[in-house]
């Protein structure tokens, strides 16, 4: 039987953004203090990490840092936020 990935969501985002609305039940961890130290998110390593921030830019660093770090079940939001608000999917804020 194949072991199933946990879902673990966090936004990229500077605090204000994040207040403004996020994907459900993710957290905030800005992307400055993951890429200083990615440990924080260390025991989520063999678990599905979905990334996001506003518009990508501060995702793509943090999913650079943790590919180089052997994180390898992660997913990238095509078009972060931005997309998710167009698509009208749902947030929730803070």
């Known amino acids: 039987m194949k072991a199933r990935l946990k879902n673990f969501s966090f936004g990229c985002?500077?605090?204000?953004?994040?207040q403004s609305g996020h994907i459900k039940n993710s957290?905030?961890?800005p992307h400055d203090v993951l890429i200083k130290d990615i440990d924080l998110i260390g025991e989520y390593k063999?678990?599905?990490?979905?990334?996001?921030?506003r518009s990508g830019v501060r995702a793509q660093l943090v999913i650079?840092?943790?590919?180089?770090?052997?994180?390898?079940?992660i997913?990238?939001?095509?078009?972060?936020?931005?997309?998710?608000?167009?698509?009208?999917?749902?947030?929730?804020?803070?």
């Open 13 to 18: 985002q500077i605090k204000k953004e994040h």
């Open 64 to 73: 650079d840092k943790l590919l180089e770090n052997d994180f390898n079940h």
């Open 46 to 53: 063999n678990e599905l990490l979905v990334v996001y921030c």
């Open 75 to 94: 997913i990238d939001i095509n078009g972060d936020m931005l997309a998710w608000i167009e698509s009208d999917l749902p947030i929730e804020k803070d």
């Open 27 to 29: 957290i905030n961890i």
